[in-house]
């Protein structure tokens, strides 16, 4: 038992010891007992601290009232569940919440669809509340998904909620809304837990290690495995951490007798940590390493490497890492990074960057091109590339510019959606992006898909331009020939058909004497060289100029348009630069990004008022900029959907920027190069090119979360812990204390 003493400054206490009446003066103070070990719990949208006084924090997604503040608010700043106290563990389901006290008190809160709160019901709480239904001898707790597991100081497991893979362990699939012990023959003296998805893992203090679920419906013990020391789980697989500080991989859900695996390259381990699919591992030295999916979010110093990982990787970004957190949140990797100095880092929030800031590390840059979530730019000798990671899976990204060096000899690049295209000085055809699973789905890629750089064609003649967006892309010859290739869905083929579409390149006979084309999801302008503009593909929205909705399989002339010297296409929208120096555009205008003031579309061209002398323009999904002839530049639409930069529909000036001389704008971000051959960017801060974007959480007062108390050098607090199983004599507790009499008051 601890009793605090809290003394404030020059009072007077009296105190009975042993007989004698004892006056205190002091000048010192108690505040706190610091008894809990910091950690964090990551579920798949929030997360929650404990700090080492015992007090919880939690922020993130609240839908089902996972945050226990007694609100379904969803919040980014961390707030205390003021009515946790003394809290000695935490953990986190999917979408439930739970908290241990020091006096083996469990508490839940969150989700309940399955009874993973184990209070007997299926109401969700969105308040902690004390499961009195299990006796207070809890000393560990875990969450799967939909399902919770603890532990007893008599080495009994209990587990409650969803059992449809007998992840309950208690013979059946069906679920308890109640905490039930795990009886099986050798499962006792348990002295560690952990839960995935569907599964649930055991260690016991013989160092084995059990498991059920998936299937498996009372626990079982893995076959010729001993000696381990840890055990963590992530969705599918758990980690096992042996004596002699080896790792072993298990797999749940492919096997039904589990062989561990061991991880290579990988020894000298003190502590593992699984979250989600990724997984990570703190050597003696400190150094921490990451593998499995997504294992290079945090590890893309030097180059590009595939999303899915099977040898472990140094994690170098992050200074005097104490301890580390990992967990999946909204489907993409989530890690909490604690370091020496007891504060909290998580990745930033994609959140809108107005003013252009330099990208780092990049000098001497001649081109510049970029997709809805790719960029390219060229120095003189290398192309470097961030955003989509072209190995795989949509929206890993890679924050900060890398060096390819297998990219050479790069005569024209450009970046479409989720790939890059580029020709080499051989007249040959590349391509790399969108050739993972699922791929198909974001935009209809299913032609314009390739794993790793591949060469797709060699064309015989010299090529000036290649252009791509959505699932079709497209090259202009010096001859004004266009070639094409990917899909014809919308006739973006403009051979009159939607026929089936091409992985090589075709050329386009009819049409010719072309200097410039550009693409939008699924239709197309292209400006010949006497400066009339001509449209064909899709129409839905009046993108082709023609004054209808109609689509069109065949390139035919806009009317109305001449004169024009540059032209781009977003996804619905497109825009013409005249000679004179005016911009005009048509097509769709949900964000303003036709810059005449409203959000209705445009069947035909039409001027952008109070804008002239300009040289060039570039369009993004749904923002537009004009490059004056003064260097400055102008924009109006937004980036993203619901973004709130450059939220305009008229054209404004961007601040900060001057002395450019080209621009490209994309869906979430846009770049300048100045007359320095320097890079700017703007917008989302996940493509900026400026490193991995972290933050530190605040708490609500917008003070920084510190998860231990960190006495100050003017910090006189002294602490009193009276054991009471001692017998004290005076002397022991003479000092600072004076005794005034020797009777009984």
């Not at 999917?94 to 006096?103: E, I, M, V």
Request: charged share 15%.
């Amino acid at each position: 038992m601890t009793v605090l003493f809290n003394f404030s400054s020059n009072l007077l206490y009296k105190m009975i010891l042993g007989g004698f009446i004892v006056t205190i003066f002091t000048s010192y103070s108690i505040k706190e007992v610091y008894s809990s070990e910091p950690s964090a719990a990551i579920g798949f949208a929030h997360s929650l601290v404990l700090k080492e006084n015992g007090t919880v924090y939690s922020w993130g997604n609240n839908d089902y009232g996972q945050l226990g503040d007694g609100t379904k608010t969803s919040r980014s700043d961390a707030v205390q569940i003021d009515s946790l106290e003394n809290i000695s563990a935490i953990a986190a389901g999917q979408h439930h919440s739970l908290a241990l006290t020091n006096d083996g008190l469990v508490f839940v809160w969150g989700a309940n669809d399955y009874g993973q709160l184990g209070n007997g019901t299926t109401i969700n709480r969105t308040s902690p509340h004390l499961l009195n239904n299990i006796d207070n001898n809890v000393i560990s707790i875990t969450a799967g998904y939909f399902h919770t597991v603890a532990l007893n100081s008599f080495g009994e497991v209990l587990a409650w909620g969803k059992n449809e893979s007998g992840q309950l362990g208690n013979g059946s699939k069906t679920e308890s809304y109640n905490p039930e012990q795990i009886i099986c023959s050798g499962f006792s003296n348990i002295k560690a837990i952990a839960a995935g998805r569907s599964h649930s893992i055991a260690l016991k203090e013989d160092g084995t290690v059990w498991t059920w679920g998936c299937n498996i419906l009372t626990p079982i013990q893995i076959k010729n495995f001993q000696n381990i020391q840890k055990i963590t789980s992530g969705v599918s697989h758990s980690l096992a951490l042996k004596d002699d500080g080896t790792v072993w991989d298990i797999d749940h859900e492919t096997n039904n007798d589990p062989v561990p695996v061991k991880v290579n390259n990988l020894d000298d381990v003190k502590n593992i940590v699984a979250g989600g699919w990724e997984y990570m591992a703190v050597k003696t030295n400190d150094s921490i390493w990451s593998w499995g999916w997504g294992a290079n979010y945090y590890c893309q110093q030097n180059e590009m490497l595939p999303f899915l990982s099977s040898t472990p990787l140094q994690i170098d970004f992050v200074d005097n890492i104490k301890s580390i957190f990992s967990g999946t949140f909204n489907w993409s990797p989530s890690t909490i990074f604690l370091t020496n100095d007891d504060y909290l880092w998580v990745l930033e929030d994609n959140k809108g960057i107005k003013n252009p800031t330099q990208v780092k590390d990049l000098k001497d840059i001649k081109n510049i091109s970029i997709g809805d979530n790719i960029a390219a730019v060229q120095d003189s000798d290398h192309v470097w590339i961030w955003g989509q990671n072209l190995y795989g899976s949509y929206h890993h990204l890679i924050y900060a510019p890398i060096c390819q060096k297998n990219l050479t000899n790069v005569k024209l690049i450009t970046a479409g959606n989720i790939q890059l295209f580029w020709v080499n000085e051989t007249e040959a055809l590349w391509g790399w992006g969108g050739g993972w699973e699922g791929a198909d789905n974001l935009w209809g890629i299913n032609y314009l898909g390739y794993y790793e750089p591949t060469l797709i064609h060699n064309f015989e003649t010299k090529i000036s331009e290649i252009t791509s967006y959505g699932d079709t892309a497209f090259a202009v010859d010096n001859n004004g020939n266009i070639w094409v290739w990917g899909s014809n869905q919308y006739g973006q083929f403009g051979n009159g058909t939607t026929e089936p579409g091409s992985n090589i390149p075709i050329n386009i006979k009819n049409i010719s004497n072309v200097i410039s084309l550009r693409s939008g999801f699924d239709h197309v302008i292209a400006l010949k060289n006497d400066g009339t503009v001509w449209g064909w593909g899709n129409n839905s929205f009046g993108q082709l100029g023609n004054g209808s909705t109609e689509n069109n399989y065949i390139p035919t002339q806009i009317t109305n348009l001449e004169n024009v010297k540059r032209i781009d296409a977003s996804g619905v929208s497109s825009v013409a630069l005249k000679e004179d120096g005016t911009v005009w555009t048509w097509g769709g205008n949900f964000s303003g990004q036709l810059g005449n003031g409203t959000t209705q579309q445009s069947l035909v061209p039409i001027k952008v008022e109070n804008l002239t002398n300009v040289k060039d323009i570039s369009a993004g999904r749904f923002i537009m900029l004009a490059l004056k002839e003064d260097g400055t530049v102008w924009s109006w639409g937004q980036f993203g959907e619901i973004s709130t930069i450059h939220n305009n529909k008229t054209p404004s000036k961007v601040e900060n920027l001057s002395n450019i001389i080209d621009i490209k704008a994309s869906f979430m971000f846009a770049l300048a190069l100045k007359d320095d051959a320097t890079v700017w960017s703007w917008g989302y801060s996940d493509f900026l090119g400026n490193g991995i974007p972290l933050r530190q959480i605040k708490d609500a007062n917008g003070s920084l979360l510190r998860l231990s108390h960190q006495s100050s050098d003017d910090d006189n607090n002294v602490l009193w812990d009276i054991d009471y199983n001692k017998k004290w004599s005076l002397p022991d507790i003479i000092y600072g204390l004076q005794v005034l009499s020797g009777k009984e008051e």
